[in-house]
């Protein structure tokens, strides 16, 4: 059974960098939708960014673009999400999913997406 195990989150400055890690293991994460999402104290979900399966599409909402990138390392059976210039309004508990199928024009919406990691909390601050 899948199961996504997330790593990378906590507290950095603004301008900083990090990287999100979204782990495997017993599937090929590679056959999968995967999907970056996060939720700000108070907001609902949003999606960030998501990667398609074996196909290398990607999807990047606009409050990221030039920021952050998303990527895959089959070799290690990951997804990855390099956040750079993290701003605090960044600030929020992110996830990763992924998604039973898999659908272009939907990448990217959250109600294709019914596995979800515990998520994790990025905190930019100074």
């Known amino acids: 059974q899948l199961q996504l195990v997330e790593s990378g989150g906590g507290l950095v400055q603004p301008g900083g960098s990090l990287t999100l890690s979204c782990a495997a293991t017993g599937v090929v994460l590679d056959y999968y939708p995967i999907g970056w999402f996060r939720q700000a104290p108070g907001k609902e979900r949003e999606w960030v960014s998501c990667i398609g399966p074996q196909d290398g599409k990607t999807v990047e909402a606009d409050f990221v673009k030039g920021r952050f990138t998303i990527s895959r390392d089959n070799d290690k059976n990951a997804v990855y999400l390099q956040m750079n210039d993290l701003r605090p309004e960044d600030t929020g508990v992110y996830y990763c999913?992924?998604?039973?199928?898999?659908?272009?024009?939907?990448?990217?919406?959250?109600?294709?997406?019914?596995?979800w990691g515990a998520g994790m909390r990025v905190a930019v601050s100074s």
């Open positions: 999913a992924a998604a039973g199928q898999y659908i272009a024009q939907r990448l990217c919406n959250l109600y294709e997406y019914d596995k």
